[in-house]
Every structure is written in structure tokens, then in C-alpha cells.
């Protein structure tokens, strides 16, 4: 291992860096870090509402991160079919990105079993190491590793203290291994690319273009002007965590350069003694803790999917040592976006690559390995219209099939008109054109992560496609969606079909309907089984030669989630909030100011459809964003403070 610093100096730092941990249970960011998986439990006991990955049933304000989207279909797979243990699977998070839940502001999260025993992500036996090009990487197609470095589940959460994007940013993780005994070893090795493992070729492919990563780069007063790769590498012993650091990579230049967010901490290493680029370990700029880890206990719950361990074997509950977490306070450590590039939106990495290693040496042989994996990976947005050809006069619905409810959309028109409100999911539009849409992951962030373009053509008559369905319409009622059309003529033979789309984009038929002398045509779509909080319904009709023409779209949002209005325009002291419908449900009112700041926060359960809120007096005008939650359905508006 090479030294940057003389040997005293760097053996000075090693108190520094262990002093830094913390290896008793404790709550950071509202997520419990005792090797537990279980929310509302910490350090063995009930608890008053810790968040956690997953919840067994414990009662509590407590929230689960993990999406458990079929657990029970999987445990009983497993059951049936024991050969469908050895596959893997992932699960995201399961609120979308960037929600505030119980206060914190929550980014991302992840859950990966891996393959196990005989594995095909495996690094091949020799000279593997970390530090190398990844492309100087070998795999195998599949190959046997020890137990003590197999790894069977892997877990990531990125979570901000609090509900703004200036709290303090937290990085958890966890991992479950075959073996429990002895040391253990492993890195979670974070990316700026879109490094993949091909599997056709065995081999790293999207890797970064300095000696196969991207290196941290910085002017001559330590200020960060390019963020790069990142490594937190960690060492759990036959009792506790013994050792935890983080590296980054840069240019061996760079270490002449005091950082401004950080130290650096005495270690370099790259793929050989003589490496230009390499990872170099770092600490805060101030003191104390930053890390936390711990291993479990013996019979810890293994979570809704039960864990399979390397001989194939099914279990509920970890023997002790088997499953590992650790957090690291990325703000402290000086690794924060909101400190290194003065966006605290930005995004610190791209893909995440686990990787256990052969003993304590950062240098050491890698042996098994997980993803690498996409995350913060925000969808493009699409778009879609009920009338892509306009008639004049007329009304077109314009909205965002897969936008992150989280987000900000701004919407502008280079040569149409918009109707009323520029701010929201949808828009109305009267006049053909261009529409725009802008998505921001927070309205404070100041950048825009995605945008998306539609043209609305001007129709030569109002016979959309041409299609001889006219009136088609669909509508909220009390038990169900009325769906409704007519027709000029009546033609023996043909058949009309309702076709039903969750997203927008792909429909499927749901009933048929024969044409009939009346020319009126009806059918109420209760969907018990859709939980969908938007539906999207169009009409197929099959002519007696077999000619096929589609009618218009028609989009309709559940009582549920249909967005909220504010009124009147608050140059007062008063805002009004009226909700798509009267329930008895908690509903949470967040307001933040234009610089991201949460200002007012407050919980009503209502008996009707009407919130009426308070303005304090001192607040300044300008700009702020309201937004409303009825359980995992968030609203949100910006409204214009004159007074």
C-alpha cells in the first residue's frame, strides 16, 4: 500500500479516523442503525417511530423505505419452487423520490438479493483489485466463492435530516453475507458514469475516462469544479464494526491541493505503486463521529422476503453477525452536492457497484459483487394528449404520464396559448402549438433535471381520426367511470371495444359492445382490482370489413388524486385549500418559501373538502410552493404572496 504522508503522520490519523465511529445502536436522520431491519423497533424494543427498511407489523408513526410489492408471491414461489431461490431481484423505494416523510426529506432507496452459491457475478480468482481500471476486471460465467464473502442481500437509503435540501444528507447501507464468523470485508464503490456489467462479454462496460473512473478535480483554493467517483470500505470483526473510511479518486496531483470540504487522510491507491490516479482516503474538516455501524443479533428478523442463504437453505431470521448497516454522513464529510458544487439538488453519484473483499488491505483480492445499479435516476418525462389534433373552437388536456409526483412542472408555449394555471401535472390548451414542460426535483433546486415536448396540430373538423364516434367522454361518478359515446349512423355488425390504460401509453380491452339502432352507448367501469390514481379510457371500433379506427383518449383522476385548488389569490392573511373531496383522513399542509426553507407545517383531519390557513404577517412576498398529503398522495401548488 503506498503512503502519501510519512509513515507517523499517517499512523497518527488512524486514532482520528476510529474515534470518528460509532458502534452502539442509534437513530440518525429518524432511520435506526442497530443491524435491525424492523421500523417502530430499535435496539430491541418497541420503539416511538423510528423509520427502517421493512415493518414486521409494529404499530407507529414509523415509516418502511423498501417497496414489498409482492413478498408473499415470492416467499411462496420459493416454497413451491425451491430453484427460484437462486434468482436475484431488486426492489426501489417506495415513496417516490424526493418525499418528505416524518420530516425528512428522502432521496432514494434500494434492495438487491444477489445470486448465490454457484454465482455468475462473481470476480474470477487472482489479481482483481480495487483501484484498477474496470475493464483490467475478470468475471467468470459463474464460479463458487467462500462463504465468508458470498453476498446474499445488499440495502441503500439516501436521506436528508429534515425536509429541506440544506439538512444534513445521510448514507445508510447494509449487507448480509453467507458466513458469520471471522472478518468480514466489502466496499460500496460509487460511480459518476453509467458503468455496466455486460454479461454477453463478462466484462465492465460505461466506466469513467480517468484509468477507468472520474476523478475529483478542484481550482488552486481547494474548491470542488468536478465531483468524481467515491468508496466507503468497511471491516466488521467477530463482535462489532473495527474499521470504516472513505475514499475518492483523483489525479495523484491532486493531493498538493488543500480540499476545502475535507482532509485528506494519508492513504493512495491505484492500480499499481506507481498509479497516476487512485483512491485517496479523506476525513471532515471538523471533529467528531460521522460513521455508525453494528452487526446483528442473533435471530434478527430477515425482512418480508426471508433470506436464502448460500446452500440454498430458506430462513426467517439472521443468525447473529449475518447482517451488517452502517450510515455515513455525507454532509459532515464534506461529500454533500449543497458543499462540493453548490447544488443540493445535484445528484453525489450515478450507479453503485458491492464488492467484498479477501481480507483488510484496500488492495486486497475482490471476490463477489452486486450491480452495478442505477440510482437517483430521475424518468424522462413523456407526454400525452386527449386531442393531438385540435378543433376550433376546443379544449385539448395535455399531461405527464410518468412524472415524479415530487417535482415541480412549469409549463410555456412558444406559439400556442395556455388556460390558466402554467404550474401542475396538466395543462388546457385552446390554440395549436408547442408545449413545453420543465421538471425540477424541488422548487428551490434553480435546475431543471428533465423536459418534454408535444405539438397540437390543427384538425380539419372535429371527427377526431375520423372514427364516426362522436361525444366520447369519460366521467368520475360515485360507484365507478362512466364511459360514453354516440354515433351518427348505426351499421349492423360492428363492434365498439373499451379499452383501459394505466399509464397513458399501453391500453387493453376491458368489455366489448355491439353496435346498436339508438346509436347511444354506455358503460360504467367500477375496477375494483385498479388502484390506479389515474385511468385512461379510449374506444376501439371494428367496421364489417374489418377496418379499425381509435376515438380520442380520455384521462380521469380518482377522487384521490385529483389536484388541489387554492383561492382566493392570498394578498391577505388567509389561503384557502380546497381538496378534490370531503374524507376524515389526516391531511398534511407543507408551505416552503422560494429558497426551499419549510415555513409552515400542519396536520388537519377533515370532515369536509375545505382548509382554511392562516399567513403570518412577516412574511416576505414572492413565491411559495403549498403541498398537500392524503397518504401517499401529495398535491402541490405554487402560489404568489402579494400583499
Not at 402549438?433 to 421538471?439: L, R
Amino acid at each position: 500500500m503506498k503512503r502519501i504522508l510519512p509513515a507517523l503522520i499517517a499512523v497518527l490519523m488512524i486514532p482520528a479516523i476510529m474515534n470518528a465511529q460509532i458502534t452502539t445502536p442509534i437513530i440518525k436522520a429518524n432511520f435506526g442503525v442497530d443491524a435491525d431491519l424492523r421500523a417502530n423497533f430499535f435496539n430491541g424494543f418497541t420503539s416511538a417511530g423510528n423509520d427502517d427498511w421493512f415493518n414486521n407489523g409494529t404499530a407507529g408513526m414509523g415509516a418502511f423505505i423498501i417497496d414489498t410489492t409482492g413478498a408473499a408471491s415470492i416467499l411462496s414461489r420459493y416454497i413451491s419452487q425451491p430453484s427460484s431461490r437462486m434468482q436475484p431481484f431488486f426492489r426501489g423505494m417506495r415513496y417516490p423520490q424526493f418525499s418528505v416523510v416524518n420530516n425528512r426529506l428522502l432521496l432514494d432507496a434500494i434492495f438487491i438479493r444477489d445470486h448465490h452459491g454457484d454465482d455468475s457475478t462473481v470476480f474470477a480468482a487472482g489479481s482483481n483489485k480495487n483501484g484498477m481500471n474496470p475493464n483490467a476486471w475478470s468475471t467468470p460465467i459463474s464460479q463458487g466463492i467462500p462463504d465468508k464473502n458470498d453476498i446474499l442481500d445488499m440495502f441503500m437509503h439516501v436521506r436528508r435530516d429534515g425536509p429541506n435540501n440544506t439538512d444534513s444528507l445521510w448514507f445508510f447501507g447494509g449487507l448480509s453475507l453467507a458466513n458469520t464468523t471471522g472478518n468480514r470485508y466489502f466496499d460500496f464503490e460509487m460511480y459518476q458514469t453509467d458503468i455496466l456489467y455486460y454479461r454477453p462479454s463478462l466484462s465492465f462496460i460505461g466506466y469513467g475516462p480517468d484509468a477507468g473512473h472520474t476523478s475529483w478535480q478542484f481550482d488552486a483554493a481547494g474548491n470542488v469544479t468536478q465531483v468524481g467517483d467515491i468508496i466507503f470500505t468497511a471491516e466488521y470483526g467477530s463482535s462489532s464494526l473495527t474499521f470504516i473510511e472513505a475514499r475518492i479518486w483523483v489525479h495523484q496531483s491532486s493531493l498538493s491541493i488543500t480540499p476545502a470540504n475535507f482532509n485528506w487522510s494519508g492513504q493512495f491507491d491505484g492500480a499499481s505503486a506507481g498509479a497516476v490516479y487512485g483512491y485517496a482516503s479523506i476525513t471532515p474538516k471538523t471533529a467528531g463521529n460521522y460513521y455508525t455501524g453494528l452487526q446483528c443479533g442473533n435471530n434478527t428478523w430477515a425482512g418480508p422476503f426471508q433470506v436464502v442463504l448460500q446452500d440454498n437453505s430458506l430462513q426467517t431470521n439472521y443468525t447473529a453477525r449475518q447482517f451488517m448497516e452502517f450510515s455515513v454522513n455525507l454532509s459532515k464529510l464534506g461529500l454533500d452536492p449543497l458543499h462540493t458544487v453548490n447544488d443540493a439538488c445535484a445528484m453525489p453519484f450515478r450507479k453503485l457497484l458491492v464488492k467484498s473483499r479477501a481480507s483488510t488491505s484496500f488492495t486486497a483480492e475482490l471476490k463477489d459483487f452486486v450491480g452495478p445499479f442505477s440510482f437517483f435516476r430521475i424518468p424522462d418525462i413523456a407526454l400525452n394528449t386527449n386531442f393531438p389534433n385540435l378543433c376550433m373552437p376546443g379544449v385539448a388536456d395535455i399531461w405527464i404520464t410518468n412524472g415524479l409526483p415530487t417535482s415541480l412542472f412549469t409549463w410555456r408555449t412558444t406559439n400556442g396559448n395556455i388556460v390558466g394555471d402554467t404550474v401542475g401535472t396538466s395543462i388546457q390548451v385552446d390554440q395549436p402549438g408547442t408545449y413545453i414542460v420543465s421538471q425540477q426535483l424541488m422548487d428551490s433546486c434553480g435546475s431543471t433535471w428533465a423536459t418534454d415536448t408535444i405539438y397540437i396540430n390543427m384538425g380539419s373538423g372535429c371527427d377526431i381520426l375520423n372514427t364516426g364516434i362522436r361525444n366520447f367522454n369519460a366521467l368520475r361518478i360515485n360507484n365507478g367511470n362512466l364511459v360514453s359515446w354516440n354515433t351518427d349512423t348505426y351499421v349492423s355488425g360492428e363492434r365498439f371495444e373499451i379499452q383501459r390504460s394505466e399509464d397513458g401509453i399501453h391500453f387493453y380491452p376491458i368489455v366489448s359492445r355491439d353496435a346498436v339502432p339508438s346509436h347511444q352507448y354506455s358503460w360504467t367501469d367500477h375496477s375494483p382490482d385498479i388502484q390506479q390514481q389515474v385511468l385512461w379510457y379510449r374506444i376501439k371500433l371494428t367496421s364489417t370489413g374489418g377496418r379499425i379506427v381509435y376515438s380520442s383518449v380520455q384521462r380521469i383522476l380518482t377522487g384521490s388524486y385529483a389536484d388541489i385548488r387554492l383561492g382566493p389569490v392570498p394578498t391577505g392573511n388567509s389561503l384557502n385549500i380546497i381538496l378534490p373531496q370531503g374524507n376524515n383522513r389526516a391531511v398534511e399542509v407543507m408551505i416552503m418559501n422560494n429558497n426551499g426553507v419549510l415555513v409552515k407545517q400542519q396536520l388537519f383531519t377533515l370532515s369536509s373538502n375545505f382548509i382554511s390557513l392562516e399567513l403570518p404577517q412577516q412574511w416576505a412576498n414572492g413565491s411559495y410552493v403549498v403541498t398537500v398529503k392524503q397518504g401517499d398522495v401529495i398535491s402541490r401548488k405554487r402560489i404568489l404572496l402579494q400583499r
